[in-house]
């Protein structure tokens, strides 16, 4: 099995923790819409003829997709934005170790 050096190990490091603040942080957005829109809906439709419409097991349903999809989504957009700091990390890495190249200097390993 390939082991992996210390610097890549540390930068995937950091890229899991980005990437699970951003899960962190998708929940308690769905949490948030989940119990604003639960709490809306419910007290909308269990009144007079719908009373029992939103009964416990569709609460739960409803909390749990909402979590779902702010995971979701918040990690896609963590993930665009990871990709995009690795692509700058390695093009400016490119360019120091061709400016090293060029004008003569060994690269520091």
């Not at 210390?6 to 890229?15: F, G, S, T, Y």
């Not at 829109?37 to 997709?65: D, E, L, Q």
């Not at 990690?75 to 170790?97: C, F, G, H, L």
Request: hydrophobic content about 40%; charged content about 25%; proline content about 2%.
């Amino acid at each position: 099995m390939r082991e992996i050096s210390q610097e890549k190990q540390e930068r995937l490091n950091r890229l899991n923790k980005q990437l699970w603040q951003a899960g962190l942080t998708g929940v308690l957005q769905g949490t948030l819409v989940a119990l604003v829109s639960g709490y809306y809906i419910n007290y909308k439709y269990n009144h007079g003829v719908n009373r029992g419409f939103f009964k416990t097991p569709y609460k739960v349903a409803w909390f749990m997709c909402w979590n779902i999809v702010g995971i979701i989504f918040t990690t896609d957009i963590a993930k665009m934005k990871i990709s995009k700091q690795v692509a700058i990390e390695d093009e400016i890495k490119r360019n120091s170790y061709l400016e090293q190249e060029f004008y003569g200097q060994v690269p520091k390993k």
